[in-house]
């Protein structure tokens, strides 16, 4: 089982900007990708940002290309979310995803963003 601990979130203006964190723990040396998703009041969860925990190899959404970078620290069992140029658009609550190899995810608890015009 993989434990994950996501930190960061707070209230932000338009246009500023947030970092978050997701800590992993418990059987890291199974995880083959992270990954940042949200969830916005009344809309399904979605994708954000995925990277391979091995080749560093991320992914976005074209809704957040070019402001959010994600990234990870092996050593730590860190994985970051470097959210610049904030909208109200992106407020939700961000959950952090971890991928085993063999299948299975897990979720962490959730950091609210929350972007104010």
């Known amino acids: 089982q993989v434990q994950l601990a996501e930190s960061g979130g707070g209230l932000v203006q338009t246009g500023g900007s947030l970092r978050l964190s997701c800590a992993a723990s418990?059987?890291?040396?199974?995880?083959?990708?992270m990954r940042w998703h949200r969830q916005a009041p009344g809309k399904q969860r979605e994708l954000v940002a995925g990277?391979?925990?091995?080749?560093?190899?991320?992914a976005y959404a074209d809704s957040v290309k070019g402001r959010f970078t994600i990234s990870r620290d092996n050593a730590k069992n860190t994985v970051y979310l470097q959210m610049n140029s904030l909208k109200p658009e992106d407020t939700a609550l961000y959950y952090c995803a971890a991928v085993r190899a063999g299948g299975g995810t897990s979720w962490g608890q959730g950091t609210q963003v929350t972007v104010s015009s």
């Open positions: 990277i391979s925990t091995s080749a560093g190899i991320a």
């Open positions: 418990g059987s890291t040396f199974s995880l083959i990708a």
